[in-house]
């Protein structure tokens, strides 16, 4: 059984205590985001050994620079421990004891470099807790471990078994392992955060949504009030035009009467005067009712909200016509009237003649 254990970080630019063929696989810890908690343990496979490095990161070097690290690595050759927790206790122990307030204090380097004997010591106190700890752990790396490289997984030391833990390397992924990284229920606490901030920004972008629809709606309203009052503005332009185009075919005909008597002395008896004059009157009232009752009808029913200058046009409109329809129907019956007499008078005329 070969057993090899290194030093390694940045007390003052990247140190390392190691045999030469491992020096650029430590280096790389230097600026390496394999793991990014301030302390924890990165195990992988490389070849026929399997590494233990256990970090403590976000140090101050000695000369006072930031980003600082320092890694302790246990590599075990042709063999791997079933016991990851039991190795992760181990190193946890051996940096308390053996490199806190000698090589850095309050997270900040006290030497340099590292030393040599300090780094015998260490390797000798490890050396014996495998030997009486660990023999019944320990296992030959076979065909099982796979050769590919794999990719880094994150994980709650105190939330995986060793057994998982073996099945990841054996897959050839590099595994991290700290308490620091979070649990299933801080995982799970995250996604409800996550789903409660969605479902609050959900809600008020619904609340937007309606209070953009209610806007919608009232413009709607609004434009509708609009094109209605447009509509009852036309329609009463339309009834106005409807009364000043009936007034001259009426003053025509109330010319027309006061020349009957020239109409008389071309043959055209007094009679048929009379009866073209009711029925042509008769036509123009009912046009003139009609037309009237279908606008009055109209501007009730479809008037949903008039303002008062439209109600006060429409009253003044409706006083209008219905002026013009009395002086016209006066004019008919004053007309009327006329013509009896007239037919009276013709009449009596005649059988005082006849009786002559």
């Not at 390496?32 to 496979?45: A, C, F, Q, R």
Request: with cysteine; proline share 1%; aromatic share 8%.
């Amino acid at each position: 059984m070969n057993i090899e254990v290194y030093l390694h970080g940045v007390p003052a630019g990247f140190k390392s205590l190691s045999k030469d063929s491992d020096k650029q696989y430590l280096e790389d810890f230097y600026g390496s985001n394999k793991i990014n908690v301030n302390t924890g343990i990165v195990i992988e496979k490389r070849k026929k050994s399997i590494y233990y490095t256990f970090l403590r990161n976000n140090l101050i070097a000695n000369d006072g620079r930031n980003g600082s690290y320092l890694g302790l690595t246990l590599r075990l050759d042709d063999m791997f421990c079933e016991d990851v927790e039991g190795i992760y206790t181990l190193l946890s122990t051996i940096f308390r004891e053996y490199i806190i307030g000698s090589i850095i204090k309050d997270n900040k380097y006290l030497v340099t470099d590292f030393n040599e004997e300090k780094r015998k010591n260490i390797e000798e106190y490890i050396i014996k807790e495998i030997q009486e700890k660990f023999p019944r752990y320990l296992k030959a790396i076979d065909n099982s471990f796979s050769n590919q490289r794999g990719n880094v997984l994150n994980q709650n030391i105190l939330e995986i078994s060793n057994k998982s833990i073996i099945s990841i390397l054996k897959k050839n992924l590099i595994i991290c392992l700290s308490e620091e990284y979070p649990t299933i229920d801080d995982k799970i606490k995250t996604i409800d955060r996550q789903l409660q901030i969605s479902k609050s920004e959900n809600i008020e972008i619904s609340n937007k949504l309606k209070a953009l629809q209610n806007q919608n709606n009232e413009l709607e309203i609004r434009n509708n009030e609009l094109r209605e009052n447009n509509r009852r503005l036309q329609n009463q332009k339309n009834f106005q035009d409807n009364v000043h185009n009936i007034e001259q075919p009426i003053q025509e005909v109330a010319d027309y009467l006061r020349e009957r008597r020239i109409t008389k002395e071309k043959g055209i008896s007094i009679k048929q005067v009379f009866i073209i004059v009711i029925v042509i009157l008769l036509g123009i009232n009912v046009f003139m009712f009609c037309k009237f009752n279908k606008t009055l009808n109209e501007i009730k029913t479809n008037t949903t909200a008039p303002t008062e200058e439209i109600n006060t046009n429409d009253r003044n409109s409706e006083e209008e016509v219905s002026k013009t329809i009395d002086t016209k129907l006066n004019q008919k019956d004053s007309i009327s009237k006329n013509a009896k007499d007239t037919a009276t008078n013709n009449n009596q005329n005649a059988k005082e003649t006849k009786t002559k």
